[in-house]
């Protein structure tokens, strides 16, 4: 059985894809989430000697397996605890990295996304249907069908996502039943919109996908007249469904409707 919903990747050619994905620099410092038997943690330190690495687990099992396993080397901390409690307190805008239960991906990305220090790049090993949502692209970006969805908009608005690459599902011990992904975030620079009002509307535009942009913010203060004439100035199509948005014409819709 997996311990607390972890899958152990045992592929040191995947291994090394996460690692390189960080593009390390000399004095970079990183968090590692949920390090397990320690084998993305020995190759943090192959790459880089220097690194700074914060390894953080749940499990106390493996905290002291780890304390033990790297008790010579002073550049890696291993911190006891639950990280979607206290990642705030340590990030302090350093990298982080892990190959993370699939269980806590979308409450690890709202965590991440409302850290007032954001971290300068993510790199995490997920669900591949949970990446392919995450980096899923609009209409207007691609000319064809859009996909957009809650989680992409979510993320997006603080993040450039890309896959880096497949995992087949073999590559883990235990075996899960479905494929990953390694996911690579770049963070974006301090929006300037308001972003309660931005989590609110998208909330509102997916909450019934298959509705059309206009039905679903019938929801809003706005009057069906003030929404079409908003849509307007901003070049949508009122009968469009919500996938059919890019982050940046959301953006620009939270500025104008309040729920």
């Not at 970079?28 to 943690?41: K, Q």
């Not at 690890?108 to 790199?123: A, C, D």
């Not at 982050?247 to 729920?259: A, D, F, H, P």
Request: hydrophobic fraction near 40%; proline fraction near 5%; include cysteine.
């Amino acid at each position: 059985m997996e311990k607390l919903g972890q899958y152990f990747l045992t592929s040191k050619t995947n291994l090394q894809k996460i690692v390189m994905a960080l593009d390390l620099k000399a004095d970079d410092s990183v968090i590692e989430i949920g390090p397990g038997h320690g084998e993305l943690t020995n190759e943090l330190r192959i790459m880089n000697y220097e690194l700074r690495i914060t390894a953080i687990e749940k499990d106390e099992e493996f905290v002291r397996y780890l304390q033990e396993k790297f008790a010579q080397d002073k550049n890696i901390e291993i911190v006891e605890g639950d990280v979607l409690k206290i990642l705030p307190e340590l990030a302090k805008s350093r990298k982080i990295v892990g190959n993370i239960p699939y269980y806590i991906t979308g409450h690890l990305l709202r965590i991440i996304g409302e850290l007032e220090n954001k971290p300068s790049l993510v790199v995490l090993t997920v669900q591949k249907e949970v990446a392919e949502r995450i980096c899923a692209p609009s209409q207007t970006n691609t000319g064809k069908k859009g996909r957009m969805n809650l989680l992409a908009a979510s993320v997006q608005f603080w993040a450039e996502p890309e896959i880096i690459d497949y995992i087949p599902k073999t590559e883990f011990r235990p075996q899960p039943k479905v494929d990953s992904a390694i996911i690579r975030l770049v963070i974006s620079s301090q929006p300037l919109i308001n972003s309660k009002d931005y989590y609110e509307l998208i909330k509102i535009l997916f909450k019934q996908p298959r509705k059309t942009i206009l039905n679903n913010l019938r929801a809003t203060n706005k009057t069906k007249e003030e929404i079409i004439k908003i849509l307007g100035e901003l070049k949508i199509n009122p009968a469009d469904r919500p996938q059919n948005l890019s982050v940046e014409q959301i953006k620009e819709l939270s500025t104008q409707i309040k729920y």
